[in-house]
């Protein structure tokens, strides 16, 4: 894996776990308006809706680098919008990019060796 490939998972990663915990703020504060006089979703909302974006713009970017499968792509694609999707995505972008890493190690020493 090159240095933009890994940047561009790193980017995902980073922004996957902000943009769940923005969504389930958006959420909490959509309950607090029907139930009381609480009325943060405008703020919550326009948090959360440029967090999704970045994270769209990310998983393209991400996509486009690493080629995933289209099956790949979707799944990244629907845990941004599964309520704690994104701390599954965070996750395993985490355990792509460590083997990718070994991978990358792996082949650099077989390399050496040749």
Known sequence: ???KTAS???RLRLVS???AVSFL???VCSVLKRTTEFNAVPVMGA???VLFVVYVLFWLDAWNR???SIG???LYFLLSVLPLGGFY???KLKAEAENAVIASRARAESAVKA
């Open 47 to 49: 948090i959360h809706g």
């Open 72 to 74: 790949t792509a979707a």
């Open 1 to 3: 894996m090159d240095l």
């Open 17 to 19: 776990a902000p943009e």
């Open 8 to 10: 561009s998972l790193h």
């Open 89 to 91: 995505a965070e996750r």
């Open 66 to 68: 690493t080629r995933w």
């Open 25 to 27: 703020l958006l959420l």
